[in-house]
């Protein structure tokens, strides 16, 4: 038994006097309460986006992560019951009652709401909305990775939806750190790499910044689409397509990417070290570049 369960600690207690927006409302954490019949909590039903605030910029590709939460909401058949310009107002509501002035994350979570307990989210009328911010630490080093195979196919439907059902992902995410590693990347059924378990990834090889493709299983995060763009703009040649862990190792530099960590150098993958480059810092540069520039609330 976890040693601080047993001496009647609560886990949340770190975190128990910050406040969170609860469908409509704002609360304490310690205090906050969603039904049993949640179909979030039972199944895993519902959709979430995390975001990044900078001082003094706000929040970085805020109408895009929005944008993406309605989608995968509609997806799943869940409607979002606020309009984009109240989520914003609850945003910066959670961020001032919380004090957070500083580098932040902050979560949106959407699930369907209560319903009954045999599984039918057509009676799910009542979506359970919850934001919450906390002050965020960027990592100061590289990641050290394994591979593992990936949890979807390229017809899933859950594989472009940011979802709820991340068990998966926390399995591989759990034998990574047993593992010494930091993150997980994903390879497909006929050998190709598509995403980490949080995270997009691209490697230079040569002058060209290589990405998986779309056709694959994974999610087209919204930073990936801006490195991208950046690419572009800096006159570094993109392609999008199947490669092999062997291409990867062979690569002259690789990073991964996401919303939080930005960009991010890969160290070894599956303890086979990995050259670094001067490209992660060049792109670096513009993204904050654009950080500055396209942040908002």
Known sequence: MNPEIQMGKNPIDDHACLKIFLNGELCPLSEAWIPLQDYGYLYGMGV????????GAGIFALDAHLERLRQGA????IAIPYAVTDLKMAIAEVLEANHLTGTSAIKIILSAGPGPLRPDPTHCDTPTMVIMA???TPPQQGFQTITRPSPHTCDSILAGVKNLNYLAYLLARQQAK????DEVLFVDHGGCLCEGSTTNLFFMKGNTLHTPCECLPLLDGITRQYVLQIAESEGIPTTEGCHSVTDLLMADEAFLTNSLIE???ILSVDQTPLATGPIVERLMECYHTRVRSDANL
């Open 48 to 55: 979430f986006e995390t975001m990044r605030f900078y001082p």
């Open 263 to 265: 960009l991010v150098p």
């Open 134 to 136: 906390t002050p965020y």
């Open 74 to 77: 509609r997806t799943l058949g």
């Open 178 to 181: 047993q593992k010494g590693a």
